[in-house]
């Protein structure tokens, strides 16, 4: 009966390739910085000197640009750069808006340019992956909504009726990762370049996770799994394997990964069952993860010689493996016993770098070299080079998670180390395991730098390909078929669902809202999570200013907030945190990893004096330390006028603070802050300090932990005493086994105090 | 914990509506062709231009792409019809 359409007359049309040009070149750039900023910041953990003593070069304001350059600026560039390459040659329509595709390129980089300067100045909102101030948050949501608008305007123009399985992935990428950005970024500002989070403590803790991990899922999986359903087939000429499976894959994974967040929180303060709910999700994120790697390998079957032969190949194949290694390590560290030991070490740090190297940067790389031969109609200058980029590559990333593995486990289990004997710990002092792994930052960053290096191979390679390139090249033009709106009468089921990628995104935004509606709105409706407490009181003033600084300079990236309810976290730390004592924590600041010792209860665990001698020289208290010097903080003023400001946004964000402790915060804050100048004056520090930064520094260090401090101290000794007694059982020879029984069962007997 | 009284019900909803969609749209028979997609996307970024510069010189090779174009479609059609009978 159709007969007659396929008659149709042909449209020519051509693509736009000039936008995927410009933005693999940006990709190339943006690379080169993120891992340069990254080789950095791993020397600076080697040896803090590498700092230079600049305060905009120390690792608290390196890692976040580390960590957004790759994520949002190398990998955005790669994703952008495949996604409209497949996406045209997909749908055999050119990019809907030339417009649009130049405001979606130049804003991005213009947002990553913003993003470097302020995140080097110190700007942050204290959030992972998420800390970028709110007017640049606002420009990534315009500059997203273009690349979506800009999408499926191209989507609604297709001259192809079947929607391939790499487009379902992009669109999946567009409309979650708008939804995780907006929740995670909703803020109230109190000046150009500063704002509070939305929500607070343990809320904050799981919506940021939600967004931190679907970040991972959302960013760095879904789009780049698209494009290895396009580029793979396309590099090897070959069908998928199956393309059943690769559908099966993409349901189940956008419907699992949504849960797993929760898992970046095990034996913290969240409520437990929302902590299982997202062990078992990862678990279950096994199997479509490896559904996918096997889809992509073994599609591959049966050419492998080419694999050994071409760096595309090469790089894609390699990227599938790591991707497959990666997902297997995911859900392995999300079940509790193994996080236990995992968590906050550098093992986590391995996990992600082999997925961010592995399987990001592998894949990108594959990419490039499959496409940019392609777009400027030549051949690629160097095979031979690609095979030393290879090789230099998988070298430095080798070394970098096998570093990572060593440092987590043996950090770790020093931690975690308890005499049986006399029930104390045996690496009492933190010093003594960050010198321990010591060693291993430096193969660490070796590896890194062998990774930068073949980066910048590729950088050569990829511009001397360009260079040699013919110049003056006219656009090929193409022709295809329209697809009639009407001819689909016959067709059924998914056929038709593929056919209406506006129903298609319904849906996939309806998979997506489940998830988080149920994890996410029960936090807003109801403060059964949250164990009122009455002794729980807001910052004062100072402590808040104290608290910004404490956000601006980074300190989350090497200190938690958080204490497990585990032994060896009880005995070095005190009583483990609860979800009552954040509460106006805006925004919460447990952190993920402990590259020094948590700070929950290290409230007057020192005088003052010693965190003054600390944040000048942390060598001078504690040897070995790899802690910068922030000498900075002794000579910039604190800026205390804006605190009424401060104030009150966080009243308007809920917490307690009076109309008259609005009034009169500037006095408050200059009252408290002339009370510690004196008790260092004590010690012979000159009075003019009392309007220096360290003061409110040393006041909010001071706060940390104190609300429920001597309740909690009191009750955490007898269960210490209980401990101990029960321990002395265990040095009759005969029972040594049952000794660690107390210790195994103590952390159970505490989560259910907690909650 | 009275917040689970609500999450269990909407849990169980929302799973059930997946499970009864994917049942439906199986029913339905839209997981009959999972073949040709996985063939069609090699095929289409071959550049036309020498084609089509030799087709607007003689008409011939036009007809001849459109003819591979047909043949494709019936075949796709043999492919979905025999499937159902």
């Known amino acids: ?755 | 914990m009275n917040i689970l009284l609500v999450l269990i019900p909407i849990s169980v909803l929302i799973a059930g509506f997946f499970v009864a969609l994917f049942i439906l749209s199986s029913r339905d028979g839209q997981y009959d062709d999972l073949e040709t997609p996985a063939f069609r996307m090699l095929s289409d970024d071959k550049p036309f231009e020498k084609t089509i510069e030799k087709a607007t010189a003689k008409p011939i090779q036009q007809s001849i792409f459109q003819a591979i174009s047909q043949e494709n479609e019936t075949q796709y059609k043999k492919v979905d019809s025999g499937e159902k009978s």
């Not at chain 1, 975690?416 to 104390?424: E, K, L, N």
Request: proline fraction near 5%; glycine fraction near 6%; aromatic fraction near 12%.
């Open chain 1, 1 to 755: 009966m159709s007969d007659t359409t396929t008659q149709t007359q042909l449209e020519s049309f051509s693509y736009d390739d000039k936008t995927v040009k410009l933005f693999s070149i940006a990709t190339l750039l943006w690379g080169a910085v993120a891992m340069l900023v990254g080789v950095i910041a791993a020397f600076e953990l080697a040896n803090w000197k590498v700092n230079l003593g600049l305060e905009w070069m120390t690792f608290g304001r390196l890692r976040p640009l580390h960590t957004n350059a790759a994520i949002f600026a190398f990998a955005g560039n790669a994703i952008f750069a495949g996604t409209y390459y497949s996406l045209q040659r997909l749908c055999k329509a050119r990019l809907f808006s030339k417009a649009l595709s130049r405001f979606h390129f130049w804003g991005w980089q213009a947002i990553i340019v913003a993003a470097a300067v302020t995140l080097l100045a110190g700007f942050s909102t204290g959030k992972e992956y998420a800390e970028l101030e709110w007017p640049i948050d606002i420009a990534i949501t315009l500059v997203w909504v273009a690349f979506a608008v800009n999408f499926f305007g191209t989507l609604f123009r297709r001259r192809e009726k079947h929607i391939y399985v790499a487009i379902w992935f992009y669109i999946a990428t567009i409309v979650t990762v708008a939804l995780l950005h907006i929740v995670n970024s909703l803020s109230i500002p109190v000046s150009l370049m500063k704002s509070y989070s939305l929500y607070a403590g343990a809320q904050d803790a799981l919506i940021q996770w939600w967004y931190g991990h679907n970040a991972v899922a959302f960013f760095l999986t879904t789009p780049f799994l698209g494009l290895m359903y396009y580029f793979i087939p396309k590099a090897i000429n070959r069908p998928i394997y199956s393309y059943r499976l690769s559908i099966v894959h993409f349901w189940s994974l956008v419907f699992i990964y949504i849960w797993a967040g929760p898992h970046h929180l095990l034996y913290t303060a969240l409520p437990e069952w929302l902590q299982t709910l997202g062990m078992v999700f990862s678990i279950s994120l096994w199997a479509p993860s490896w559904g996918g790697m096997i889809n992509g390998l073994l599609t591959l079957r049966g050419a492998w010689d080419r694999v050994r032969r071409e760096p595309v190949l090469k790089f894609l194949a390699t990227a599938v493996t790591f991707y497959g290694m990666a997902t297997f390590e995911g859900p392995l560290l999300s079940i509790k016993s193994v996080n236990q030991l995992a968590h906050y070490t550098d093992w986590i740090v391995g996990h992600v770098h082999s997925g961010t190297i592995g399987w990001n940067y592998f894949m990108t790389a594959g990419i490039l070299f499959y496409m940019v031969p392609k777009l400027w109609n030549t051949t690629l200058y160097s095979v031979k080079l690609g095979n030393i980029q290879f090789w230099t590559g998988t070298v430095g990333l080798l070394l970098y998670i096998v570093s990572m593995w060593v440092s987590g486990v043996t950090q770790g289990s020093m931690w975690q180390a308890i005499d049986p004997a006399t029930g104390t710990l045996v690496y009492p002092d933190f010093v003594e395991t960050v010198v321990r792994i010591i060693p291993m930052y430096w193969v660490r960053a070796i590896g890194g730098t062998l990774v930068l290096i073949s980066f910048l191979i590729m950088i050569y390679n990829l511009g001397k390909t360009i260079k040699n390139a013919p110049k003056d090249q006219p656009e090929q033009v193409f022709q295809a078929k329209s697809i009639e709106p009407s001819e689909g009468g016959h067709e059924k089921g998914h056929r038709k669902l593929e056919g209406l990628p506006a129903v298609f995104t319904v849906l996939t935004v309806l998979a997506i809202i489940v998830g988080t509606t149920i994890e996410i709105l029960p936090s807003f409706m109801a403060n059964t999570f949250v164990q009122k407490n009455e002794s729980v009181k807001p910052y004062t003033p100072l402590e808040l200013a104290g608290r910004d600084i404490y956000i601006r300079e980074g300190c989350y990236n090497c200190h938690s907030q958080m204490i497990r309810p585990l032994v060896a976290e009880r005995l070095r730390y005190g009583a483990p945190s609860q979800a009552a004592e954040s509460v106006y924590d805006h925004p919460f600041q447990w952190g993920s990893r402990r590259i020094g010792p948590d700070l929950a209860r290290v409230g007057s665990k020192y005088p003052n004096m010693w965190h003054y001698r600390h944040m000048l020289d942390p060598r001078a208290v504690v040897p070995g330390s790899i802690m910068p010097s922030y000498p900075w903080l002794f000579q910039k003023k604190s800026q205390l006028e804006i605190l009424p400001k401060k104030l009150q946004v966080m009243q308007a964000l809920g917490v307690p603070y009076s109309q008259e402790d609005i009034d009169t915060a500037v006095a408050n804050a200059k009252e408290q802050a002339e009370m510690i100048a004196e008790t260092l004056a004590e010690s012979g520090v000159p009075a003019s300090i009392k309007d220096k930064q360290i003061i409110p520094l040393i006041a909010y260090l001071q706060r940390l932990g104190m609300d429920l401090g001597t309740d909690l101290k009191y009750e955490e000794e007898d269960k210490l005493a209980e401990m101990a007694a029960g321990d002395d059982s265990a040095t009759d020879p005969d029972s040594e086994a049952s000794g660690e029984l107390p210790a195994e069962d103590a952390p159970a007997e505490d989560t259910e105090v907690t909650q």
